[in-house]
Nanobody, 114 residues
Framework: QVQLVESGGGLVRAGGSLRLSCAAS????????MGWYRQAPGKQRELVAT??????KYTDSVKGRFTISRGNAKNTVYLQMNSLKPEDTAVYFC?????????WGQGTQVTVSS
């Protein structure tokens, strides 16, 4: 069993920054991928960023503004979000993929006001 707990969401003005954190617990293996997805009202969940070992991948709309990283213990993942825009408003979900299974956190709300 794997549990993911996100934190760090909130309300921020356009141009501001937030840092999301996700802590994984349970049966975590050394080889896995972690990432962040988001879902805005009325839209499908979309990939924001992933990290596998030290390789990162971003959706085009956040490149140059967001940075994904993992903690030293490898069971945490962070998303540093700078230059936030109103269109970044969404519920952000932490994801862990291992042994061909996806695990999800409960989500954290990010709201960017104009």
């Amino acid at each position: 069993q794997v549990q993911l707990v996100e934190s760090g969401g909130g309300l921020v003005r356009a141009g501001g920054s937030l840092r999301l954190s996700c802590a994984a617990s349970g049966s975590i293996f050394s080889i896995n991928a972690m990432g962040w997805y988001r879902q805005a009202p009325g839209k499908q969940r979309e990939l924001v960023a992933t990290i596998i070992s030290d390789k990162t991948k971003y959706t085009d709309s956040v490149k140059g503004r967001f940075t994904i990283s993992r903690g030293n213990a490898k069971n945490t993942v962070y998303l540093q979000m700078n230059s936030l825009k109103p269109e970044d408003t969404a519920v952000y979900f932490c994801n862990l993929w291992q042994l061909a299974r996806d695990y999800w956190g409960q989500g954290t709300q990010v709201t960017v006001s104009s």
